[in-house]
């Protein structure tokens, strides 16, 4: 069993910024790509940032320059920096990881419960 456990959402101001992060704990053998998704109401989830196990990030243009994703695979964490956060940044985000349980098997992709990031005055 694989859990993702995402902490750091709120409320902040248009500018402002915040930190999240998401733990993967449980039957763990290696975690390969990490990333951050988001769904808006009424949209689909879409694709963030994401981070290779080598630590090579990807951005959506949407938030290239403001955004950065990084990761201490010492403690199986991924996180996500936002900064100069705009209210069309306001989503539930989801952590999701590609994780390998046992040597000889393939990874399976695992979700998070999400955390909320509203960005309003």
């Known amino acids: 069993q694989v859990q993702l456990v995402e902490s750091g959402g709120g409320l902040v101001q248009p500018g402002g910024s915040l930190s999240l992060s998401c733990a993967v704990s449980?039957?763990?053998?290696?975690?390969?790509?990490m990333h951050w998704y988001r769904q808006a109401p009424g949209e689909q989830r879409e694709l963030v940032a994401a981070?290779?196990?080598?630590?090579?990030?990807n951005y959506a243009d949407s938030v290239k320059g403001r955004f950065t994703i990084s990761r201490d695979n010492a403690k199986n964490t991924v996180y996500l920096q936002m900064n100069s956060l705009k209210p069309e940044d306001t989503a539930i985000y989801y952590c999701?990881?590609?994780?390998?349980?046992?040597?000889?098997?393939?990874?399976?992709?695992?979700w998070g419960q999400g955390t909320q990031v509203a960005v309003s005055s």
């Open positions: 999701n990881a590609d994780v390998k349980t046992r040597a000889g098997r393939p990874p399976y992709n695992y």
């Open positions: 449980g039957s763990i053998f290696t975690v390969y790509a």
């Open positions: 981070i290779t196990s080598g630590g090579t990030p």
